[in-house]
């Protein structure tokens, strides 16, 4: 089963989450939504401004607990690496 790393923002330079799914599209949308509960609901990260696909479910997830564990300063420049103006990848899901 494929897997996604995504990184979730509030604003450029704001709040951002890191999660992990098989489904990239449809846990973007939840997100969105305010579908699910927690912390980007909580702090309004509705925005799509990074992620990674992967073949294996289980790389993504080792690929999570690895961002998880960077400087703030490392993630905001990963994101920059691909997404300099922050915009929201939602709409091109697959494209870049």
């Known amino acids: 089963m494929a897997g996604y790393v995504y990184i979730m923002a509030s604003k450029k330079n704001g709040t951002i989450y890191i999660g992990v799914t098989s489904d990239l599209s449809q846990r973007v949308h939840d997100h969105k939504e305010g579908i699910i509960e927690g912390f980007t609901k909580r702090y309004g990260c509705k925005l799509l401004v990074w992620y990674e696909e992967y073949e294996r479910i289980e790389d993504a997830i080792q690929r999570e607990k690895s961002l998880k564990r960077w400087y703030r300063k490392?993630?905001?420049?990963?994101?920059?690496?691909?997404?300099?103006?922050?915009?929201?990848?939602?709409?091109?899901?697959?494209w870049y």
């Not at 490392?74 to 899901?93: A, C, F, H, M, V």
């Open 74 to 94: 490392w993630k905001l420049d990963l994101i920059e690496s691909i997404n300099p103006q922050w915009e929201d990848l939602y709409g091109g899901i697959g």
